[in-house]
């Protein structure tokens, strides 16, 4: 199983089908600081999307990245991402985070490697060795200073440079940008029309019925939809996600995270 949502890893079939994210290891720059260089790429083009020296891996300045790339590059269909902060919760429901409800409040799904196998994110890895070698070594004696190095070193990486992968053509010769482009507010979330809606709570919980049922702080403030799969049983849904079910007779909330079909392939009435 790969991450909350999906069985197995999606392969594109075309830019924007499935954007790669990860943090290439810190190190510290000349004058003290850490620099963490947040990187994006199109896993279809091998584009890199973004370079940013990051001072940490809080998810606020991550996400202030990816607003800026949804911006100019558009939505992807998937990210895929490893298993640590911010793009996954440990512990949480699924794995999920605040960063990736964001993704799927925008239509995106979700998708994480299996732990301790980066091979599965192999492209992004050698990526990021070669950024290693050619854009922080020595590293530079400030921020503005390394990111300059970053911004040439990604331009040099997308327009010049031939990949083995493209038939020795540079990444910007097969990118487009993505037509789904980032709203200005975030739409709702569709559910079936015999779901009831139930807003999570400051402290992750529901009110079903006479119960409160926990199911994860990265959730709070959004709807969730609760539909009756059986007596006394209800399935409980984010959006296109299945959260688990919740049996009266048990008083108790299982989890089975997993991806349903699109409403429009699904019986709703």
Same mark, same amino acid.
């Given at each position: 199983?790969?991450?909350?949502?999906?069985?197995?890893?999606?392969?594109?079939?075309?830019?924007?089908?499935?954007?790669?994210?990860?943090?290439?290891?810190?190190?510290?720059?000349?004058?003290?600081?850490?620099?963490?260089?947040?990187?994006?790429?199109?896993?279809?083009?091998?584009?890199?999307?973004?370079?940013?020296?990051?001072?940490?891996?809080?998810?606020?300045?991550?996400?202030?990245?990816?607003?800026?790339?949804?911006?100019?590059?558009?939505?992807?269909?998937?990210?895929?991402?490893?298993?640590?902060?911010?793009?996954?919760?440990?512990?949480?429901?699924?794995?999920? /985070?605040?960063?990736?409800?964001? +993704?799927?409040?925008? !239509? %995106?799904?979700?998708?994480?490697?299996? @732990? *301790?196998?980066?091979?599965?994110?192999?492209?992004?890895?050698?990526?990021?060795?070669?950024?290693?070698?050619?854009?922080?070594?020595?590293?530079?004696?400030?921020?503005?200073?390394?990111?300059?190095?970053?911004?040439?070193?990604?331009?040099?990486?997308?327009?010049?440079?031939?990949?083995?992968?493209?038939?020795?053509?540079?990444?910007?010769?097969?990118?487009?940008?993505?037509?789904?482009?980032?709203?200005?507010?975030?739409?709702?979330?569709?559910?079936?029309?015999?779901?009831?809606?139930?807003?999570?709570? /400051?402290?992750?919980?529901?009110? +079903?019925?006479?119960? !409160? %049922?926990?199911?994860?702080?990265?959730? @709070? *403030?959004?709807?969730?939809?609760?539909?009756?799969?059986?007596?006394?049983?209800?399935?409980?849904?984010?959006?296109?996600?299945?959260?688990?079910?919740?049996?009266?007779?048990?008083?108790?909330?299982?989890?089975?995270?997993?991806?349903?079909?699109?409403?429009?392939?699904?019986?709703?009435?």
């Amino acid at each position: 199983m790969h991450g909350c949502a999906t069985s197995q890893l999606t392969p594109p079939a075309a830019p924007n089908d499935v954007w790669t994210v990860d943090f290439k290891g810190e190190f510290r720059l000349q004058y003290g600081p850490y620099c963490y260089p947040l990187t994006i790429a199109d896993l279809y083009s091998r584009y890199v999307l973004t370079v940013t020296g990051l001072d940490g891996t809080a998810g606020a300045p991550a996400a202030a990245i990816f607003r800026r790339s949804f911006a100019e590059f558009g939505l992807p269909l998937v990210i895929r991402s490893d298993n640590g902060g911010p793009f996954a919760s440990p512990g949480a429901l699924g794995g999920l /985070s605040v960063l990736s409800v964001w +993704w799927i409040r925008l !239509g %995106i799904r979700p998708e994480r490697i299996d @732990k *301790g196998v980066p091979q599965q994110n192999g492209a992004h890895e050698r990526m990021h060795r070669t950024l290693k070698a050619e854009a922080t070594r020595p590293p530079s004696a400030s921020f503005p200073a390394q990111q300059a190095r970053f911004d040439a070193w990604r331009h040099t990486f997308n327009e010049r440079r031939p990949h083995e992968a493209l038939h020795n053509t540079p990444p910007a010769s097969h990118y487009t940008a993505s037509p789904r482009t980032l709203p200005r507010r975030l739409p709702s979330l569709e559910y079936p029309l015999d779901a009831e809606l139930r807003r999570v709570t /400051s402290s992750g919980r529901i009110s +079903w019925r006479t119960e !409160g %049922i926990f199911l994860s702080e990265v959730l @709070k *403030g959004e709807y969730v939809g609760v539909r009756e799969i059986a007596e006394d049983e209800w399935t409980i849904t984010f959006g296109p996600l299945t959260l688990g079910t919740y049996s009266r007779a048990l008083l108790a909330f299982v989890p089975h995270v997993a991806w349903t079909p699109a409403l429009s392939e699904r019986d709703v009435t």
